[in-house]
Each structure stands twice: as structure tokens, then as C-alpha cells.
């Protein structure tokens, strides 16, 4: 179940958001689900390209799927396990319709981290971490804020502490 209380981080430069998306990676599990929500800019992009970097074997390029909707990369999780990760966004996709003809169902038993998830977000498992970008008024800094289920609470308490 997603927790309804927010953490919130107020004000991180690229780099402390750098590290968090590092973090977030080390935590991932098979089939687990991150949402990236936000205004055009703040900084999804950037933290799902940092967050894949961090768990690939080699210096991959990451680039936004605004145009082709879907890619996958291979990963390792921290575990060791390699795993297939999927970055989408949504942004272009219009009506349900065509989610359904992009498969999806095939894609959640591995890491999915989905950009502009609101057209779908009511079909998606409450087992996930649900995390909004938004700008602030200092210069490079973004507030994140992260929702997400007890694993999440805890794995970001955590996170808050050595930070």
C-alpha cells in the first residue's frame, strides 16, 4: 500500500539529486515501479538517467524515450541479479488506448521507471515509489517529493539520515 505522508527533500543541487537517484537504484527490487511526475524541465529525465548509469555495467547513454515511448537497458541489481529495466515517457500518449497497444502487462515483472505516469497511474500497483519533481526558487535546486510503501518509507528514512 502507498503510504499517503510524503518525504520530502525541500531544496537538492544536481549533485545531491545525483546521489539520491544513485540511491534509489541500489534500492531497486525486481518488478518494482518508480513514477516520475513533474513540470517539463525539473529534473525527471536527469535523475532516471543517473539512476540507470548507476546500476550499469558499462557507460551507457541514456536518453529521454520522449520519442520512442520505451526503452529497456540492462542492469545488475545490487543483489548481483542482472535485471532488464525499462524507462518510458509518456508524455506523447493521449487516451488508454494506446497504452494498451504498447504491451505494458509484459514489462512489470522488471524495473519499470515511468515518466508522465498519470495516464496510467490508477491501473499501476500501490506497491511503488511515486516521486514529484518540482522547482524552487534557488538557483539549481529542485524539492523532490517521495510516496511510497513501507519498503520505500523505510529505504528513504534511511537515506535522510546519512545525508
Known amino acids: 500500500m502507498t503510504s499517503s505522508k510524503p518525504m520530502l527533500f525541500p531544496s537538492l543541487s544536481l ?3 545525483e546521489a539520491l537517484a544513485r540511491y534509489v537504484g541500489s534500492c531497486l527490487r525486481k518488478g518494482d515501479i518508480v513514477t516520475f511526475s513533474g513540470d517539463l524541465g525539473a529534473g525527471k529525465t536527469s535523475f532516471a538517467r543517473e539512476l540507470i548509469r548507476s546500476l550499469s555495467a558499462k557507460n ?3 536518453t529521454s524515450p520522449t520519442f520512442v515511448i520505451m526503452q529497456s537497458y540492462d542492469v ?3 543483489d548481483g541479479s542482472p535485471e532488464q529495466l525499462w524507462h518510458l515517457d509518456l508524455y506523447r500518449i493521449k487516451n488508454e488506448k494506446e497504452v494498451q497497444e504498447l504491451g505494458l502487462e509484459e514489462i512489470w515483472p522488471h524495473v519499470t521507471l515511468i ?8 491501473t499501476l500497483s500501490k506497491k511503488r515509489l511515486d516521486i514529484v519533481f518540482n522547482f524552487v526558487p534557488f538557483k539549481d535546486s529542485r524539492k523532490l517529493s517521495f510516496t511510497g510503501d513501507d519498503y520505500w518509507q523505510e529505504k528513504l528514512q534511511s537515506f535522510e539520515e546519512t545525508a
Open 15 to 17: 549533485a545531491q539529486m
Open 60 to 62: 551507457v547513454q541514456v
Open 76 to 78: 545488475k541489481l545490487a
Open 115 to 122: 515518466e508522465w505516469p498519470d495516464i496510467i497511474k490508477n
